[in-house]
């Protein structure tokens, strides 16, 4: 397994861990203080547990080698599992808006005080999880890690949702009665709508969506700095888990030997190996180099 998958796994270890302590102590203190809005942020950090698993186990499956019958090796998976929490947010943000709104306009008693305690330390412990998460998904360009890290980032938006709610009917419980599920609708709200952008996102990748226009150029000028490239004509990549595999066509001199140009070809793919660490794998086309006609 290699040390990007080793990390995120360890990431998301430690994620499922914070994520299940958090949701016992959500659910458990936000029952006994009444504050439907703490439950429904401690059910949230529940699913963010099954999250953190499908994480673990997708990332265990991508880091597999590439075999036969799977040439490009198992990355794919990776973006699976991202899509998988994308639909899991979804599902879960519309559960707990769906619950929570039976329960506007039937307020009993006021919540307690304490319920606020679980929320505070949950936005902490999220607040650093999210932050560590999203930095290395972007170094190792995981966008299962990714997604993971957007999950706990909601977190701590729903998490301050939450707490607006149980303040409002701490403050004036006579007043704001029905601003305790509110605020449980809008945290599944919130769920709800990154479960959306998460399964967009991952659904680009899927799509084999191309890199942007600046690591196209950074893959066009490495090739272009080795001897013998005249010209790159085309350039098409697809991402497979970590990073991507390239097809790119060079123009060479025609009259090069076979064994010249293929040498050429080999020393591209090197150069975009060694200087671009997100490309797993290079295909080189060779074309002869046409130089344009003079414009008359």
């Known amino acids: 397994m290699t040390t990007s998958y080793q ?10 861990s914070v994520s299940a302590a958090l949701a016992v102590m959500k659910i458990w203190i936000g029952l006994a203080a009444g504050s439907a809005a703490t439950v429904a942020d401690g059910v949230e950090s529940a699913a963010d547990v099954f999250a953190s698993g499908l994480l673990i186990l997708g990332l265990t499956i991508a880091a597999r080698p590439a075999d036969r019958n799977h040439p490009y090796g198992h990355g794919r998976f990776e973006i699976l599992t991202g899509l998988a929490i994308g639909l899991l947010l979804c599902v879960t943000g519309a559960g707990i808006s769906y619950r929570s709104y039976l ?23 999220k607040a650093v999880l999210s932050y560590y998460k999203l930095s290395v998904a972007k170094r190792i360009q995981s966008g299962a890690l990714a997604a993971d890290g957007k999950n706990d ?9 939450a707490l607006g709610a149980l303040g409002l009917s701490l403050f004036n419980p006579e007043r704001f009665a029905n601003a305790d599920p509110i605020g449980a609708v809008l945290v599944g709200g919130i769920v709800f709508f990154l479960g959306l952008q998460v399964m967009w ?12 226009d600046t690591n ?5 000028k490495v090739a272009m700095d080795v001897p013998g490239v005249e010209y790159v004509e085309k350039i098409l990549a697809r991402k497979t888990g970590l990073k991507w595999h390239v097809d790119m066509h060079i123009h060479v001199d025609p009259v090069m030997t076979v ?23 290079v295909l080189v086309h060779i074309e002869p180099f046409e130089p344009a006609p003079p414009v008359r």
Do not use: Y
């Open 7 to 16: 990390l995120a796994r360890r990431l998301a270890f430690t994620g499922l």
């Open 103 to 125: 329960h506007i306009g039937n307020a009993g008693a006021p919540p307690q005080a304490f319920a606020v305690w679980p929320l505070l330390i949950s936005l902490s412990a």
């Open 153 to 161: 980032f909601v977190d701590v938006i729903s998490g301050c949702t």
């Open 201 to 212: 996102e991952t659904s680009e990748q899927l799509v084999d969506t191309m890199p942007d």
């Open 216 to 220: 196209l150029e950074e893959l066009r």
């Open 259 to 281: 064994r010249d140009s293929h040498i050429v070809a080999g020393t591209v793919k090197t150069q975009l190996r060694s200087k671009l660490n997100w490309i797993e794998n």
